[in-house]
């Protein structure tokens, strides 16, 4: 089964993936992490440093390529793996960052979307922007500005794939989190057993 998350920098991707993960063995099922990152902390603490500014088209240029090479990679190993296999980002996270900027969405990213295997769950965490922002603060590794923590939310709620997505509040704590993920598992599997879904009931 594969489960991709997605949302806003600060919505707690990565702890809750890995949560869901942990839960999984816990339960003595198989499951695998996988992050699909751009690069983009990592492009936007260079730039900081060493002074520059990238343009948008450059930035989204690299960032779709680093992307697009992470995602590719991931359904490879997805579908060699016979569990729980958990997504920390997809290529909407590209459409987003593009929407945001202003930029076209293209036509490969979206192609692609159509021709990846398609998820079980595609959940977005929703977080208010406010308790983002604090939070990318309080882990010190790099910073975002609210007002593109809020335009980027825009943007992923204004994306056509979003109605498709399973929105989950991701304000709280992470085990609080963790429960919403699990309970949007059980009801995706219509209250039946889900062999590689750590959530799902055994059978009788």
Do not use: W
């Amino acid at each position: 089964m594969l489960i991709v998350l997605t949302g806003i920098d600060g919505s707690g991707k990565t702890t809750a993936a890995r949560a869901l993960v942990g839960a999984a063995r816990n339960a003595g099922k198989g499951a695998l992490f996988l992050g699909n990152y751009a690069g983009r902390r990592q492009m936007s603490l260079l730039s900081a440093r060493l002074g520059v500014h990238l343009p948008s088209r450059l930035a989204d240029f690299l960032e779709t390529a680093v992307r697009t090479f992470n995602v590719l990679n991931s359904h490879r190993r997805a579908k060699r793996f016979p569990g729980l296999v958990v997504m920390d980002r997809d290529l909407h996270c590209q459409l987003a960052l593009r929407q945001m900027h202003g930029l076209p969405r293209g036509h490969v990213l979206p192609y692609l979307i159509r021709a990846l295997p398609q998820p079980d769950l595609l959940i977005y965490l929703d977080v208010d922007p406010r308790e983002a922002h604090a939070r990318v603060l309080a882990r010190g590794t790099d910073s975002e500005r609210l007002e593109d923590l809020e335009s980027l939310r825009k943007a992923y709620h204004s994306l056509p794939e979003f109605p498709g997505f399973t929105s989950i509040a991701a304000d709280g704590q992470p085990a609080e989190v963790l429960a919403r993920l699990q309970a949007a598992i059980t009801n995706a599997c219509g209250g039946q057993a889900g062999e590689h879904f750590p959530a799902c009931p055994a059978p009788a």
